[in-house]
């Protein structure tokens, strides 16, 4: 079991920056890829940035140059660096931890509660 707990939301004026927090419990958190999701008033939710156990790292076209993503294995903690934030970044955001489990052919998926981002001035 894998217990993520989002943190580091709130409000922000455009072209400012925030710096968002996962805090993981549970074993083997080194072994999973680790997500940042947001979904935005009314719209679908969708991957903001993501980074495996090895490192590699992927962005959405929309933050790429923007936001960075890191992790802390030793902390249990992924992160999500994000400057020049702009309105249209207002959002729900959600950590997420996946282990994909070979032998087994099986998924392993946990979400956080969320943390709000507001853009605005």
């Known amino acids: 079991q894998v217990q993520l707990v989002e943190s580091g939301g709130g409000l922000v004026q455009p072209g400012g920056s925030l710096r968002l927090s996962c805090a993981a419990s549970?074993?083997?958190?080194?072994?999973?890829?680790m997500g940042w999701y947001r979904q935005p008033p009314g719209e679908q939710r969708e991957l903001v940035a993501s980074?495996?156990?090895?490192?590699?790292?992927k962005y959405a076209d929309s933050v790429k140059g923007r936001f960075t993503i890191s992790r802390d294995n030793d902390e249990n903690t992924v992160y999500l660096q994000m400057n020049s934030l702009k309105p249209e970044d207002t959002a729900v955001y959600y950590c997420n931890a996946d282990r994909f489990v070979p032998h087994i052919a099986h998924k392993y998926t946990y979400w956080g509660q969320g943390t709000q981002v507001t853009v605005s001035s």
């Open positions: 980074i495996t156990s090895g490192g590699s790292t």
């Open positions: 549970g074993s083997i958190f080194s072994t999973y890829t």
